[in-house]
């Protein structure tokens, strides 16, 4: 069966530090990846998705970058920290043949003091 | 722009009542629906989903119905359980486009059930 990490669960950090939050899912070949936001009181905001390795789709401008450096690894990254980066992260995955299911990691608590 | 909405925000209903969420969505590409549920600290876990050639898919105590001409769909949950207290988030998808397939989500309903 397919599983999907993330970390770290929580993390703070002050404003102007770099971010990397990493995502693996295991049990899958070739997944497509995603990359979400949950603010306090919003719903999900997609931030990236991948097809395959080294494609990196952005869907809002921002302060974070993506990188995909192996089939099943998923990388959010960030030179600097903004108050605004905080929120709820979650990755997730979906095996990108035809079925529209995606499935999320458990999520990284961001708090940028 | 919000293409998918759950205008109510919070839900509470009594254990073994019927509890009915309720989304709305704006883009007629929209093909493929579906529900998640998500408690606090967790990732989102997907519960149902339905086709847009489809008005009704049941899984238990869990219905989803779809009103393709208002553009509604509603998650019914019956009986209604302590344990089903979580935030749920409805997402749509066009017509599947190959790898590039993405979901829209809602902003989530609470649902709060009362023993």
């Known amino acids: 069966s397919q599983t999907i990490h993330q970390w770290p669960a929580t993390l703070v950090q002050p404003v102007g530090s770099p971010l990397s939050l990493e995502c693996t899912v295991e049990?899958?070949?070739?997944?497509?990846l995603y990359w979400y936001r949950q603010a306090a009181g919003r719903g999900l905001q997609l931030l990236f998705y991948s097809v395959g390795i080294g494609q990196i789709s952005s869907e809002v401008p921002q302060n974070l970058s993506a990188s995909r450096p192996q089939d099943r690894q998923f990388i959010l990254s960030s030179k600097k920290l903004l108050l605004s980066d905080s929120g709820f992260y979650l990755c997730?995955?979906?095996?990108?043949?035809?079925?529209?299911?995606?499935?999320f990691g458990p999520g990284t608590r961001l708090t940028v003091t | 722009d919000q293409q998918v909405k759950q205008n109510s925000p919070s839900l509470s209903v009594q254990e073994g009542r019927i509890s009915i969420l309720n989304c709305d969505y704006t883009n007629s590409m929209f093909d493929y629906f579906l529900w998640y549920k998500k408690y606090p600290a967790e990732g989102p876990t997907f519960l149902i989903s339905i086709s847009s050639i489809k008005d009704k898919n049941e899984d238990g105590r869990f219905t989803v119905f779809l009103n393709k001409s208002a553009k509604h769909l509603s998650l019914h949950i019956v009986p209604s359980q302590p344990g089903d207290s979580a935030v749920y988030f409805c997402?749509?998808?066009?017509?599947?486009?190959?790898?590039?397939?993405?979901?829209?989500f809602g902003k989530g309903i609470t649902l709060s059930v009362r023993p």
């Open positions: 997730a995955w979906s095996d990108g043949t035809g079925y529209y299911e995606q499935y």
């Open positions: 997402a749509a998808s066009p017509r599947y486009t190959g790898a590039n397939s993405k979901l829209t």
């Open positions: 049990g899958t070949s070739n997944p497509n």
